[in-house]
Nanobody, 119 residues
Framework: ETQLVESGGGSVQAGGSLKLSCKVSGLSFEAYSIGWFRQAPGKEREGVSCMPNPLGRTYYKDSVKGRFTISSDNAENTVYLQMNSLKPEDTGVYYC????????????WGQGTQVTVSS
């Protein structure tokens, strides 16, 4: 069974940092693109960052470039999202996603972790 389990969400003040983790099991980690989406209240889910496989350029949503960094630990089948200089507009539920090819395919999803940034 394929599982993606997120952790690391929480509440912080603007300017703070959080690091999200996504533990992946049940699939060949190196064969999938892994990334993060988020959904704010009343808004559509949007892509935040994606590490493509086969290897390609890492994607970041324009509004998070320079503040967020995606990384992976292949030995632990875990993907991270380091989020610095957080803004209230970063508030939302963050979802880990795994997919063949583009992250947009969204083959597998985690349950989500809440990030709340207060001003």
């Amino acid at each position: 069974e394929t599982q993606l389990v997120e952790s690391g969400g929480g509440s912080v003040q603007a300017g703070g940092s959080l690091k999200l983790s996504c533990k992946v099991s049940g699939l060949s980690f190196e064969a999938y693109s892994i990334g993060w989406f988020r959904q704010a209240p009343g808004k559509e889910r949007e892509g935040v960052s994606c590490m493509p496989n086969p290897l390609g350029r890492t994607y970041y949503k324009d509004s998070v470039k320079g503040r967020f960094t995606i990384s992976s630990d292949n030995a632990e089948n875990t993907v991270y999202l380091q989020m610095n200089s957080l803004k209230p507009e970063d508030t939302g539920v963050y979802y880990c996603v795994a997919a063949r090819g583009s992250c947009l395919r969204g083959d597998y999803w985690g349950q989500g972790t809440q990030v709340t940034v207060s001003s």
